[in-house]
C-alpha cells in the first residue's frame, strides 16, 4: 500500500492551501482516513478524520478553517485549508487506518506560513 501526499508550499498567513493525498495497493472498504501535522520540535498531532462513510473530525485549532473530503472512487483524500496561520507550519502527513496491521502513512508534504 502506498499514499502519496502532495499540495504542500509557502503561503502568506491569511491564504490558503490544499493537500492531497493519493493512495493505492489496498481493497479494503473499512478504513479511517487522517491528516496529521508535526511542527519542529513537536509531537505529531491529529488534524482531521474521515471515515468510509464520510464522518469526519477536526482538531480544535482548526475547526472552522480546514475541510477534510474524501473520494473513495479516486482513492484520494483532500485537506483544504483557509486562513492560514504561522501555528500551522509543519510537516503533514496523510494515514490509512483499517486494522494495526493495515495502517499506512504517507511521506508527508511541508506546509509553511511565514509569520
Known amino acids: 500500500v502506498q499514499l502519496q501526499a502532495s499540495g504542500g508550499g509557502k503561503v502568506q498567513a491569511g491564504g490558503s492551501l490544499r493537500l492531497s493525498c493519493a493512495y493505492s495497493?489496498?481493497?479494503?472498504?473499512?478504513?479511517?482516513m487522517s491528516w496529521y501535522r508535526q511542527a519542529p520540535g513537536e509531537q505529531r498531532e491529529l488534524v482531521a478524520y474521515?471515515?468510509?462513510?464520510?464522518?469526519?473530525n477536526y482538531a480544535d485549532n482548526v475547526m472552522g478553517r480546514f475541510t477534510i473530503s474524501r473520494d473513495n472512487a479516486k482513492n484520494t483524500m483532500d485537506l483544504q485549508m483557509r486562513s492560514l496561520k504561522p501555528e500551522d507550519t509543519a510537516v503533514y502527513y496523510c494515514?490509512?487506518?483499517?486494522?494495526?496491521?493495515?495502517?499506512?502513512w504517507g511521506q508527508g508534504t511541508q506546509v509553511t506560513v511565514p509569520a
Open positions: 494515514r490509512r487506518y483499517h486494522t494495526p496491521a493495515e495502517d499506512y
Open positions: 474521515i471515515s468510509s462513510a464520510g464522518s469526519t
Open positions: 495497493g489496498t481493497t479494503s472498504s473499512a478504513n479511517v
